[in-house]
């Protein structure tokens, strides 16, 4: 059983109905893939957040997209480090 859903679903979901809205992400490189899986589609929530109430273009997004996987990147690092130095005392 797959936990992938596709695009037009996921957006269907979150009621947006611009039907250019997937296509500029997609000029951007964002959401190439037919079905996202639950991270990617939490992104895909976002892109739609930030574009229709806070006026972010495709562009800002990737950036914003960007930065947070960065972020939760290095948020997870810091757990591991943390953890193995309170095993070691």
Do not use: C
């Not at 936990?3 to 109905?17: N, P, Q, Y």
């Amino acid at each position: 059983m797959s936990s992938r859903a596709s695009v037009k679903e996921i957006l269907r979901f979150l009621g947006v109905d611009d039907p250019e809205l997937l296509p500029e992400l997609r000029r951007e490189g964002l959401f190439e893939a037919e079905e996202l899986s639950p991270e990617e589609a939490e992104e895909l929530r976002m892109a739609a957040t930030l574009i229709r109430e806070l006026g972010v273009n495709p562009a800002g997004v990737d950036v914003i997209l960007h930065m947070r996987r960065r972020l939760l990147f290095l948020e997870e690092r810091m757990r591991e480090t943390l953890r193995r130095l309170l095993e070691e005392r």
